[in-house]
């Protein structure tokens, strides 16, 4: 794990007892998501700060994914209101505990941003999410997406409006790539995130059924898909105006997801059991690319 890589001379990461950095890193292993290797790049402190961040999202999430009974999933997401809350107090009870409280101070984290992931876990936790209204899917997408990029762009280093506007932009941009990519999966699943008006302009019903096959997702994917590039246009103008080395997680992370979409435009949605993926030697392209811009 990363804190075993570090000089021996070196005082641990954040403060914390090396245990509990691992705690966190394991969360992140465990996942098995590409993000561990994609926070190398950070110093000791932020990459251990944006690995506390993540476990913090992917433990509520789990509990949102659960297929235990609704009611059972909004107690345990209540449980981590109440988690949060004591870290803001100064009270760490264990490990993750520890290193995400020492996050907070040292990043000056907000518990806003915390609570709409938490309220965003909910959404799911409370049934699944079918055909929301507009206003609904902008909401879903500024918690589950925007409010971990606002936590994540003062974990980079830049605590700025326009980082902030960064995060708005950059999480809808994500948020839309992946709902779009995963149309197919989430009706298996019971869920739709597409927009319900949407779907009535094309003549689809609001039901996960019946989208996969629809001849109209076409459509309405390639409409959602250029919302998603006008996020990203917006998120690239706004992290030109903020630290340039603090955005650069951010760059590398709307570069991939461009890529994803863009993959996905070419593709098409006639076909959306195919999820699309990047190939390794894109993906080391892209991230060449992002580092050095």
């Not at 990459?47 to 993540?54: E, K, P, S």
């Not at 020492?102 to 079918?130: K, S, W, Y």
């Not at 589950?144 to 605590?159: K, T």
């Amino acid at each position: 794990m990363g804190f075993l890589r570090a000089r021996h001379d070196e005082a641990p990461a954040l403060g914390c007892d090396p245990a509990d950095l691992a705690a966190v890193e394991r969360v992140v292993v465990q996942s098995g998501t590409s993000f561990g290797k994609g926070m190398r790049i950070l110093p000791p402190d932020r990459r251990y700060g944006m690995y506390a961040v993540y476990a913090f999202c992917r433990l509520v999430d789990d509990v949102a994914d659960d297929a235990g009974e609704a009611e059972d999933k909004c107690r345990r997401l209540e449980e981590w209101r109440a988690r949060i809350a004591r870290l803001y107090a100064g009270e760490a009870r264990d490990g993750i505990d520890r290193v995400l409280l020492a996050t907070i101070r040292r990043f000056d984290l907000r518990q806003d941003d915390f609570a709409a992931v938490i309220d965003g876990m909910e959404m799911d936790a409370r049934g699944p999410v079918i055909a929301p209204d507009e206003a609904t899917f902008d909401l879903y997408c500024d918690r589950v997406a925007s409010a971990v990029g606002r936590l994540s762009v003062r974990v980079f280093g830049d605590s700025s409006a326009e980082a902030d506007k960064v995060a708005h932009h950059l999480g809808r941009a994500l948020q839309i790539t992946n709902i779009l990519r995963d149309v197919a999966e989430d009706a298996r699943l019971g869920r739709l995130y597409l927009p319900r008006e949407l779907l009535e302009r094309f003549g689809i019903a609001p039901e996960p059924a019946a989208v996969v096959h629809a001849p109209a997702l076409e459509q309405v994917g390639r409409i959602l898909a250029g919302r998603a590039h006008d996020h990203f246009r917006a998120a690239a103008a706004a992290m030109r105006r903020c630290d340039h080395t603090a955005m650069r997680p951010a760059r590398l992370m709307g570069a991939t997801y461009a890529a994803i979409l863009s993959a996905q435009e070419r593709q098409g949605w006639g076909t959306p059991e195919r999820r699309v993926s990047l190939s390794r030697p894109r993906k080391v392209l892209i991230a060449l690319r992002a580092l050095v811009s």
